[in-house]
């Protein structure tokens, strides 16, 4: 405790016994009163839709805790990344920092919901630049439906193959040619960003 020695400290009373002549103070509660006090100050200048910067303090299988200037904010593993994430270690290391979008913000329970991916670029976005009607694409069959076959040609954006391409021949199923999972070549016919729509 020599650290404290000489030091002036603000306290508040936690026990007072005049009989004993004794006095109980603690300097935590304080700087822990100070501490909610700044973070719920801090709480009522966060809106919902404000893109922050923060740092990564903590991992954990739902998520990851981040930092915004004195605030842990939790970022759910569904808003990590516009990809599927199976564990948040995938994507952020501790000490990372982060560009973070607001979602939520609860003052009461002093919770604040964060999302890297919506800070992020989405993966339609310029899509028309990378990719054009006539090129050929290299994919992976993400679903099939009657009506045709979905191919993801660059994470988290796929295109439909129409059942009516994908073979010279007539089929009747896409199953009868695919399987979810087979690589593909495709040649593009389409391409529209706003819908998020591509013709493979």
């Known amino acids: 405790f020599s650290d404290y020695k000489g030091k002036t400290l603000a306290v508040k009373v936690v026990e007072l016994d005049r009989e004993k002549n004794r006095v109980i103070l603690s300097h935590r509660a304080v700087v822990e009163e100070e501490q909610e006090r700044q973070q719920k100050e801090l ?6 839709g404000q893109v922050l910067e923060g740092v990564v303090r903590r991992i954990a299988d739902f998520g990851v805790f981040v930092d915004v200037g004195g605030f842990d904010g939790l970022v ?3 808003q990590l990344s516009h990809t599927r994430v199976a564990h948040p270690s995938e994507v952020v290391k501790e000490g990372d920092a982060v560009k973070v979008k607001v979602l939520a913000v609860d003052p009461e329970n002093g919770r604040l919901s964060l999302s890297i991916k919506e800070a992020l670029p989405g993966p339609w976005e310029g899509i028309s630049e990378k990719v054009k009607p006539g090129d050929v694409v290299t994919g992976t069959v993400k679903r099939l439906a009657s009506f045709g076959a979905f191919v993801e040609i660059f994470p988290g954006v796929e295109g439909l193959v129409h059942v009516s391409q994908i ?6 199923s896409p199953h009868e040619v695919l399987k979810e999972g087979d690589e593909v070549k495709a040649k593009v016919l389409d391409v529209n ?6 013709s493979l």
């Open 43 to 48: 709480l009522s200048r966060i809106e919902p």
């Open 193 to 198: 960003e706003a819908e998020h729509r591509i």
């Open 76 to 78: 759910h593993i569904s």
């Open 167 to 172: 073979a010279n021949r007539r089929i009747g």
